[in-house]
């Protein structure tokens, strides 16, 4: 059986169920959410490709803006450190 593989597929996902059936999948993660995609060709699922990022998006409506995951939290980090030393003015 052939497998379709999304190129440079960032990881793989095994995925058990309680009966004890297994489902094997290729994943990538979003970077823009930094949430794991299964990769199913063929699914008719849409996804998105950030040219900034160079790399496959989830999709999503907050993931077609390129504003990489590792900039979300430093602009949190700074908020909370903003927000700190005004709670001790």
């Known amino acids: 059986m052939g497998r379709i ?6 990881g793989y996902g095994i995925i058990t169920d309680v009966e004890g059936g297994i489902e ?7 970077p823009h959410c930094n949430g794991v995609q299964i990769v199913r060709p063929g699914s008719g699922t849409q996804r998105g490709y950030c040219h900034l990022c160079d790399a ?9 803006e390129c504003v990489p995951f590792m900039k979300k939290i430093e ?3 700074r908020r909370e450190e903003l927000r700190r030393a005004m709670d001790r003015v």
């Open 75 to 77: 602009r949190y980090e």
């Open 24 to 30: 094997e999948h290729d994943t990538f993660t979003c």
């Open 5 to 10: 593989t999304l190129l440079n597929a960032g």
């Open 56 to 64: 496959p998006t989830c999709g999503k409506k907050n993931c077609v």
